[in-house]
């Protein structure tokens, strides 16, 4: 049964008073909740932080479903989001996430057999001047090529958390 | 050629700290305008003509003024949200000065009357985020927020509040029902936020950019502001230039600049051989120029939208010969599709069928009326629905079609791209 950790529960209970409405804290803590539980949220999450927060569990459903950063399935270790807006797809965004699939041996939304990596493509993260582009967990890998992002991920894989 | 005002100290070490701010005259804006009235320093923002740098270039002095006096705790919230395809300006701004979009703050906050704000940052943005974090821990650790600043008998406090990845939270309604806890679904206006928007209390929202350039104004003066750029454009602003040219980047430049030379000097032109076909001059949801339009278009608000295109985001994205036309479209209507938040039908539907006719062209089954029903559709999503993402994605689909209809027509005639080795030619989607 999902729980939070000590810390977790804290950091939801000073969410709740930290803004002028309860309500606000949904979003902070859902991202706290995933961060939890290894990078997704699922219904038993939900239920279970609609009780510890004492906030309608459709409230939380809602906001859940609507924001595109609360993951419906389970990631990689390396969530490996890589940008196709038109920036990026005009500089090889697109060829990029094929390559890296094709590379790693697995499709689109799905983690690789060892739990590694799992690749989306995203809409624009706002480094179009650094196309193209990956964001893997909450670091930003801008100018690459299939060949160097390659590079980064077998490196992160092997321990080296920054992948250079 | 460039012109540093918001971005003079970019490039120094430790300008993200407090120490290295404060050394280059950072927060003396502040202890200034702590000593003016309110009022004037909403009147010094409306004289110096400053407008909105995060799309819809709307005065700020003058949004500032719709506040009612009625008693109300108002908010301010900063539009971190950057999200329009083509913009990293915000980005650049939050990492390399954080404490300027603070101590800007600040001076809004007090010309407003405001003991509350927000920094509405998209949750992507986790880098830009801690290190705005840090410079509030040091504002409030220096007596800059919090009670009585500075001994001026003004109290503000200032929070971050972080998005989970959505466009539409870059609406300021929408952004609103976010801080909320809610779907960032926009919401009708009026009433304006100004009247009621977090909580139903009055509340501003103004963009990184123009919140860090009110510090530009309080230190120089509405009439020095003015000196750079347009009469009806005045200031400088940043440029995320991106796309098909050698040296892209965030570049300042006085309004009324030519888009051509930020393309050619700055961005240091396209590759070799390469030939200039298309801008996108303000963020995706701008109407495209051709390449003659775009060899005489300045960036100013004024001379845009006289080429019935918009300065927006200043998200300038420059595409060169090797694109096609089908594709690129393609991947803007995915886009706003995917994005659209559902609420009104012209969007959600019209978003849908604007990229389903697209892929239908895209994957060579699409028929000469398709490419009128585009134009129909899109038409037909300007103006009535509650937000403005339904005519940002209609703008790109009508402008496409009508200045680029030959390759659409090809496309349909020949079930391939009329550019030979695109970047589409090898993709299956």
Known sequence: MFKLSN?????????????????????????????????????????????LMDIPESQIQEVFMFYTMYNKKPVGKFHVQVCCNISCAMNGGRELVQHLTKEFRVNDGEVTSDGNFSFSRVECLGACGGAPMMQVNEEYHENLTPEKAVHVLKNMAKGNSHGS | MEVKHLTEHYDKDGYATIKGYQKLGGYENLKKALKMKPLDIINEVKASGLRGRGGAGFPTGVKWGFLPNNGEPRYLLCNADEGEPGTYKDRLMMERAPHQLIEGMIISAFAIGSPKSYIYIRGEYFYPKSIVEKALREAYDNGLLGKNILGSGFNHDMDIYSG??????????????????????????????AIQGYLGKPTIVNNVETLAAVTLVIRDGAAAFRKQGTEKSPGTKLFSLSGNVVKPGNYEVPLGYKLIDLINIEGGGLKPGRKLKAVIPGGSSAKILNKEESEKATLDYECLAQMDTMLGSGAVIVIDDTNCMVDLLGVLMHFYHHESCGQCTPCREGTGWLEKLVNGIKSGQGKLQDIDLIETVARNMCGRTICALSDAAAFPAMSFVLKFRDEFEFFVREGRSKIKGTSYAKMHH
């Open chain 1, 7 to 51: 810390k977790g529960t804290e950091f939801v209970k000073n969410e709740l008073s930290r803004y002028e409405s309860r309500r606000s804290a949904i979003l902070p803590c859902l991202t706290l909740a995933q961060e939890e539980n290894g990078g997704y949220i699922n219904a038993e999450i939900i239920s279970y932080l609609a009780h």
């Open chain 2, 164 to 193: 989970a990845g959505a466009y539409i939270c870059g609406e300021e309604t929408g952004m609103i029902s976010s801080l909320e806890g809610k779907k960032g679904q926009p919401k009708l206006k009026p009433p304006f936020p």
